[in-house]
């Protein structure tokens, strides 16, 4: 390491290398502390030296695995489809620096992107200049066309709006009505459709790939588009002096030529930006409730906000300002009710009504649906956690019951809920098919046996589920669980036999019957 750095120092000798070059020596040294110093100083954790090494393949061919974690929470940019990305890949010193290069690149396949991009792609398949005509009718239609080059690319104003500051300011003034775009840029510059249609299904899917002989015009479209963190990267990866050539010290190895970037940070995810739109729809409609002007008799949603929601949905004592296409998109209830919206489309009210929901848990619910996660779950958690998951089930949304479940588990422990609570969750649990809390219930009751033993509560459950199937039965899961968690010696009760676990269930279930005899008698 020190013949790279000595190399280097002869190279450049300003302020600013000298900080890169103690970012390289750090990364390659492991010295987390060091890290955090020079990041914090304003070290660029994505600059190369003179063999174009970079600071997280330098951590990864030495192994140091929480070095090159943090280097990926600063903004490394990494993706296994990239010759970089193959670099850190097959240098890592270990698997489990590999699963951490997993970790860090986003999956294209999951969450909102694999929601949002197959619309995207069933617009503009084949350059069709029809919307597409599957079953969810208007609701996902594309609603504005940008022309590059004669060539459309059909998207959705509240995608782009999310996405691109210039898109929102334009689409809530100017472009407010028009259906066709075609954006002006500087001069008499034309941008190249590829680089055009690379950036708006990024906006769509997290993921850029573009040709790299493309990477100017993609340039020039950030710009105008005002994608700052973007274009950000662009520039740190293509130097404006190097992308004439066609960017070739990136795609060595790359027959085809292409640029391939996954984003990890969270604020330039697609889930970040419908968060940012949805914080102001929010804020938006409480205004709105605020100066009285949200009623549901109200003809059409009022256009001075810039947020581009096309309809409300009233609970209880509040109206929210919201987005069909992404209702419909991550909702079958909200597809189907939105395309059956004939009596209240004729009038141009725009408004739909839900009934029994709190207001709050629809709130938690429409952050789930824009940002496919959830931040907490408010200062009651066991309440708001038993509404989501009424919520998930009324609205078909079963993923919500995941998140909602490990954001709740940690509440559920003895040293927050009585017994009794956690008896109550376990009938939660199979009420909402919530498997995750089940399991978590089960486990509690089985390191802490004689406690739940000594609760009327778990002692009417186990005389309650004699009736039910053996997969259902109460006494058989505990039984399993119990054995399991015995078997790890999590309990310390390895002198406990199964057939002694039996016999103490035995006496439960008989002072059980004889509690409810006597509450009948």
């Known amino acids: 390491m020190g013949l790279i750095i000595s190399k280097i120092k002869k190279e450049t000798g300003s302020p600013a290398a000298g900080i890169q070059l103690e970012l390289f020596q750090a990364a390659r040294a492991g ?28 951590a990864c061919v030495a192994g140091h695995r929480e070095a090159a974690r943090m280097l990926l929470d600063a903004g490394a940019d990494y993706s296994e489809s990239t010759s970089e990305g193959k670099r850190c890949y097959l240098s890592a010193l270990n698997l489990g620096m590999r699963r951490l290069l997993r970790e860090y690149e986003a999956d294209p396949r999951a969450g909102l992107p694999a929601t949002l991009l197959p619309v995207f792609l069933a617009c503009n398949r084949a350059g069709a200049e029809s919307a597409p005509t599957d079953a969810a009718g208007a609701e996902l239609s594309p609603d504005i066309t940008w022309y590059v080059e004669g060539r459309p ?14 898109f929102r300011r334009k689409l809530a003034t100017s472009w407010r009505n028009r259906k066709a775009l075609r954006v002006t840029f500087s001069g008499s510059y034309m941008p190249s459709f590829e680089a055009t249609y690379s950036l708006v299904r990024f906006f769509y899917s997290d993921r850029l790939e573009v040709p790299t002989d493309h990477i100017e015009h993609l ?46 940070l969270a604020q330039d995810r697609l889930s970040s930006a419908l968060r940012r739109i949805l914080h102001d729809s929010l804020a938006n409609s409480r205004k709105q409730d605020l100066h009285g002007n ?46 059956r919206r004939t009596d209240f489309r004729q009038h141009h009210y725009d408004v739909l009504e839900e009934h029994d929901v709190s207001a709050n848990a629809f709130e938690k619910m429409l952050e789930y649906v824009y940002t496919d996660e ?4 408010g200062d009651d958690p066991l309440t708001q956690a038993e509404d989501l998951f009424d919520v998930a089930s009324r609205y078909l949304l079963f993923q919500l019951k995941l998140v909602v479940a490990k954001l709740l588990l940690p509440h559920l422990v003895l040293d927050r809920v009585s017994p009794a609570q956690l008896c109550r969750w376990l009938t939660l649990s199979d009420m909402y098919d919530v498997p995750e809390v089940r399991e978590h219930c089960l486990d509690i009751m089985a390191c802490n046996f004689q406690t739940f033993a000594e609760t009327r509560e778990f002692r009417v459950l186990l005389l309650a589920s004699r009736t039910s199937a053996p997969a259902d039965n109460l006494f058989n899961n505990l039984r399993r669980t119990w054995l399991r968690v015995a078997a790890a ?32 008698g």
Not at 153 to 166: E, F, K
Not at 248 to 260: A, E, I, S, T, Y
């Open 31 to 58: 010295d987390c502390a060091e890290l955090a110093r020079l990041i914090q100083a304003g070290a660029d954790v994505n600059a190369y030296d003179r063999w174009d090494a970079f600071p997280l393949y330098h």
């Open 153 to 166: 690319i059909q998207a959705h104003r509240v995608v782009l709006a999310a996405r691109s500051p210039y």
């Open 294 to 339: 949200n009623s549901v008799e109200t003809r059409g949603i009022s256009s001075e906000y810039d947020d581009l929601a096309d309809v409300r949905i009233k609970v209880g004592g509040r109206v929210f300002r919201c987005h069909q296409m992404i209702l419909a998109l991550r909702s079958e209830y909200f597809k189907t009710r939105l395309s």
């Open 489 to 520: 010696g999590l309990d310390r009760r390895d002198d406990e036999s199964a057939a002694l676990f039996d016999e103490r269930m035995e006496v439960l279930l008989l002072a059980a019957e004889k509690e409810a005899n006597d509450d009948r």
């Open 219 to 264: 340039a020039r479209v950030c710009e105008t588009c005002e994608c700052q963190g973007l274009l950000e990267t662009i520039d740190r990866l293509f130097p404006r002096k190097r992308r004439g050539d066609g960017a070739r010290h990136l795609d060595r190895g790359c027959p085809h030529k292409r640029f391939v970037l996954q984003r990890r």
């Open 374 to 377: 959830l931040q907490d779950l």
